[in-house]
């Protein structure tokens, strides 16, 4: 039988494992967090790895369609596995949510940007409801301060000093603007996509 990953799961790539059946990029704050499973379709067997350390194995299951429930950093997930005409589908949900509502809540709630600093790029994260910053999956501390149109979190990115600057967008609908600011240089954020 042949096994396929969808968007409901997302398959990124194979590797030399023969039962890996799916890999998928999950990004939180504190990082983009790479989960594979391997599935032996004969055997059943079931393989869980985040960020390449194995967090689930069972071998030798007689049922070979189910589910699969564990951790990516503070986050629940599950790999389900379905059997459709002579094949297996592999999904993963992330927070009781399908990978694409997963990351369209993350958009919502957090801003992130990637910056280029002496030729090596960093991904900076905001929590738009706790107020975290995160610097290349690291949280940050930060000092806040109120400024004329708005608040300012300072914050380092390496050497170099940097803040997120708060702003109302005068439209209730649209809500607050955030800004990155790295050594006078300001930079918008950007949507991540499914990978």
């Not at 059946?21 to 059943?44: M, R, S, Y």
């Not at 708005?150 to 708060?166: M, Y």
């Not at 439209?171 to 006078?184: A, D, Q, S, V």
Request: proline share 2%.
């Amino acid at each position: 039988s042949t096994s396929t990953a969808t968007d409901k799961q997302h398959l990124v790539g194979m590797s030399a494992r023969p039962d890996l059946v799916g890999e998928w990029k999950i990004h939180l704050p504190d990082g983009i967090h790479t989960v594979q499973f391997e599935h032996g379709a004969t055997t059943g067997k079931r393989v869980v790895r985040v960020d390449g350390e194995e967090v689930l194995r069972k071998n030798w299951m007689f049922n070979l369609i189910g589910s699969e429930n564990f951790k990516v950093s503070n986050q629940s997930a599950t790999i389900t596995i379905e059997s459709e005409v002579l094949t297996f589908v592999y999904s993963i949900e992330v927070g009781g949510k399908s990978l694409e509502q997963f990351v369209k809540a993350q958009n919502k709630q957090n801003r992130t940007w990637y910056a280029v600093l002496n030729g090596e790029e960093h991904r900076i994260v905001i929590d738009t409801k706790t107020l975290e910053v995160y610097v290349d999956g690291q949280k940050m501390n930060t000092v806040g301060e109120f400024v004329e149109d708005g608040a300012e979190n300072h914050f380092r990115v390496g050497s170099h000093p940097a803040f997120i600057k708060t702003i109302s967008s005068g439209n209730r609908r649209k809500g607050l603007l955030y800004k990155l600011n790295i050594c006078g240089h300001e930079f918008d954020p950007i949507a991540e996509r499914i990978e």
